[in-house]
């Protein structure tokens, strides 16, 4: 392996990791109006970047769309726990920007 074709791996790998925390915080972003603690809705986007970031890394690829599911599922269960209140607006919310993720992937 080169060196040109070594440190495309590494920047690829940085970048991949760096757009999962990047949504990280943009769900946490996403969700703090509708949750009653800007520390709350910040912690299930830290759980959303990690879980994502640990599938990435995982060596048994999974598909796309199932590791969206299980970031964004994550990130739910870090919601409901945080605040029982009002589980359909966190349905809505986790639906909502699992869609909106899926879509700028797609993109």
């Avoid at 040109?4 to 991949?16: A, D, M, Q």
């Avoid at 946490?28 to 890394?57: C, D, E, H, Q, W």
């Avoid at 970031?71 to 209140?85: I, K, P, Q, S, Y």
């Amino acid at each position: 392996m080169s060196f040109v074709e070594l440190y495309w791996s590494i920047t690829s790998y940085v970048s991949i990791i760096t757009q999962l925390v990047a949504a990280g915080i943009c769900l946490g972003i996403f969700i703090s109006p509708y949750m009653p603690g800007r520390n709350k809705a910040l912690k299930a986007g830290a759980v959303y970047g990690v879980v994502m970031t640990v599938l990435y890394i995982m060596p048994p690829r999974i598909d796309n769309i199932i590791a969206y599911f299980i970031g964004t599922l994550a990130a739910f269960a870090v919601m409901c726990a945080e605040d029982r209140r009002n589980i359909n607006q966190k349905i809505f919310l986790s639906v909502t920007f699992f869609s909106l993720r899926w879509l700028s992937a797609s993109m």
